[in-house]
């Protein structure tokens, strides 16, 4: 008979796998949001620094550091949590012990790490961004789902499952027939944009994973994480700025006014909130469940091109973007122990068909 330490325990961990999928609902909406908003700023702006975009937007990160500075408890969260917790139902022996809390140093290190994959990943996901349709750029994304998947394997914080490979082929059969429909004068350079999407796809399924494994086993702050990221991006990453500037990868131009209060809004909605609600998804479901849900950005990505540049798109892509939804719901509903007691079910009827046929079969006739 379960306790009601290990029910409660349940209920905790439905809770808050329901709340890490409406969390990655609002991900989704900010981040194809964030995209449209970005391809404004390149061309309604003509400021295409992407390059900058990205340093900047990581700057602001650093926000977060400001309660860390000004209040001491975010130097020392373990006292922090020890002071706030309110211990219930002692008497249970079998109660879950409470996961120990990482110190600033430990996530100092998880964020020196997590910077330049981070950074990666979205300079590379901008610069496509630039050169290629923000429907082509949302496809080929998605793809991050299978990078996830095998590196979590490797890892051992993925269970490879008939149902998950299943799934995830759903969703690349569904962005392959999506990806049809791209309209190459959408983008400048749409080949090599779709290339920066491919790069980006697969920087993101690094560090989800890597983000998963370095938290498994203590609480990280994630508002912590991320300030600790802007801050190592605004110390080491200005160089590049001079380099791409002198070299003329990417000519530097002050933003007006206008621009950098666009820029501004980007960065503090698409990306500070944004990501650091996605980095609570990770933790609240899997890498795997955040990467697939993020694929729902492809039918709003649609969406967003058929009402603001009036993009009219074959059945091909209407199946393609149900197909990836398809894929996302045999993610989330299926574990390693549903679907094996599942194919146990359908092997026992049928032995139990197989086993009655042949009785009927035996049966003398009189």
Not at 36 to 54: A, E, G, H, M, W
Not at 249 to 271: K, Q, R
Not at 320 to 329: E, K, M
Not at 339 to 351: A, H, M, P, S, Y
């Amino acid at each position: 008979m379960c306790s009601l330490a290990s029910i409660k325990a349940r209920y905790n961990q439905l809770g808050k796998w329901t709340l890490g999928l409406i969390l990655l609902g609002l991900v989704v909406f900010i981040w194809v949001g964030g995209s449209v908003f970005i391809q404004f700023i390149f061309t309604n702006q003509d400021f295409t620094r992407p390059f900058f975009l990205t340093y900047y937007n990581t700057c602001l990160f650093s926000v977060y550091l400001v309660g860390f500075a000004l209040f001491p408890k975010w130097r020392n969260p373990t006292s922090r949590k020890e002071e706030e917790t309110v211990v219930l139902e002692q008497e249970e022996t079998d109660k879950e012990p409470e996961l120990p809390t990482a110190t600033w140093r430990e996530t100092a290190l998880i964020s020196a790490v997590f910077c330049p994959i981070w950074f990666l990943a979205n300079y590379t996901f901008n610069l496509s961004l630039s050169l290629t349709s923000v429907s082509s750029n949302t496809i080929i994304s998605t793809t991050s789902s299978f990078f996830s998947l095998v590196l979590g394997a490797l890892v051992g914080i993925e269970q490879l499952s008939f149902v998950k490979v299943l799934a995830i082929g759903i969703c690349i059969g569904g962005v392959s027939l999506v990806s049809i429909t791209d309209n190459e004068d959408q983008g400048t350079q749409p080949l090599m944009g779709d290339g920066l999407a491919l790069a980006s796809a697969m920087a993101y399924g690094v560090y989800t994973v890597y983000l998963r494994k370095s938290t498994d086993g203590k609480e990280v702050s994630m508002a912590m994480m991320l300030g600790f990221v802007g801050l190592f991006n605004l110390i080491s990453l200005w160089p590049f700025i001079l380099l791409l500037h002198f070299t003329g990868t990417e000519v530097f131009d002050a933003p007006s006014a206008v621009t950098m209060g666009y820029l501004t809004a980007n960065a503090l909605i698409g990306t500070v909130l944004s990501d650091l609600l996605w980095c609570k998804v990770v933790i609240l479901t899997s890498p795997l469940v955040a990467t697939l849900g993020l694929s729902l950005t492809i039918p709003l990505a649609l969406l967003s091109d058929l009402i603001i540049n009036h993009t009219k798109f074959r059945w091909e892509a209407l199946l393609g973007s149900g197909l990836v939804f398809i894929g996302f719901v045999l993610v989330n509903v299926t574990t390693a122990e549903k679907e094996k007691k599942f194919f146990l079910g359908l092997w026992d009827k049928f032995k139990g068909r197989g086993a009655h046929h042949h009785q009927h079969q035996e049966i003398p006739e009189e």
